[in-house]
């Protein structure tokens, strides 16, 4: 398994605001990946980040909306630029440990006023 | 589109009694699934998985099984314990076709384990 903490924990936000969450894992790995859940919805993959190259967007998410961060293996950070209620979510890192499965974070909980 | 699909929003089960949680899904290139259990405020937590290749997997009081053909899986939990109460997940996979990592996640399953 692996340990995963992310920054904040939850955040109450303005319109039109922008907010950077930030993952941390306790040993390097290739691949993290970014989900949001929705209230009441399922989780979505937002986008795959790999140390050394740009992320990789699912249909329907934008580097402009999203911009992710990787700059080393045990470290990512998700940007939500440019705020608006819509993105009221749970945003969740996960790892990958080349073993078929997914750990995910504990999750930051967004809302947008 | 939905590819995953958990028809029940939730089930209520006494404890000690089995738990059976099903989910479908549509994609047939999916070839790897798995189960998470996901506590309020937590992130989901890995459970158990099955790859294509197989038709059941087993770890202590937790059996996944797969019916490739009618495209459903069904996780079973004995037996059912307290600790048991939580939103489930089915995820799946394509790992030949598709991005690695991508899993498509079904919409959940609220478990309660009563006394």
């Known amino acids: 398994s692996a340990v995963i903490s992310q920054k904040p924990s939850r955040d109450i936000c303005q319109r039109g605001t922008s907010l950077t969450i930030q993952c941390q894992v306790d040993?390097?790995?290739?691949?993290m990946f970014w989900y949001r859940q929705q209230p009441g919805q399922s989780l979505t993959l937002i986008a795959t980040?790999?140390?050394?190259?740009?992320?990789?967007?699912e249909s329907g998410f934008v580097i402009d909306k999203f911009p992710i961060s990787r700059p080393n293996l045990t470290f990512s950070t998700l940007t939500v630029s440019n705020m608006s209620p819509e993105d009221s979510s749970i945003y969740l890192c996960?790892?990958?440990?080349?073993?078929?499965?997914?750990?995910f974070g504990p999750g930051t909980r967004l809302t947008v006023l | 589109d939905q590819q995953v699909k958990q028809n029940s929003p939730s089930l209520s089960v006494q404890e000690g009694r089995i738990s059976i949680l099903n989910c479908d899904y549509t994609?047939?290139?999916?070839?790897?699934f798995l189960w998470y259990k996901k506590y309020p405020a937590e992130g989901p937590t890995f459970l158990i998985s099955?790859?294509?290749?197989?038709d059941k997997n087993e770890d202590g009081r937790f059996t996944v099984f797969l019916n490739k053909s009618a495209k459903h899986l069904s996780l079973h939990i004995v037996p059912s314990q307290p600790g048991d109460s939580a939103v489930y997940f089915c995820a799946a996979s394509a790992r030949i076709s598709d991005s690695w990592g991508k899993l498509q996640f079904g919409a959940g399953t609220q478990v309660v384990v009563t006394p």
């Open positions: 994609n047939s290139m999916f070839d790897y």
């Open positions: 996960s790892v990958d440990r080349a073993t078929d499965t997914q750990y």
């Open positions: 040993s390097q790995v290739t691949m």
């Open positions: 099955i790859s294509s290749i197989k």
């Open positions: 980040a790999n140390q050394g190259s740009e992320a990789t967007y």
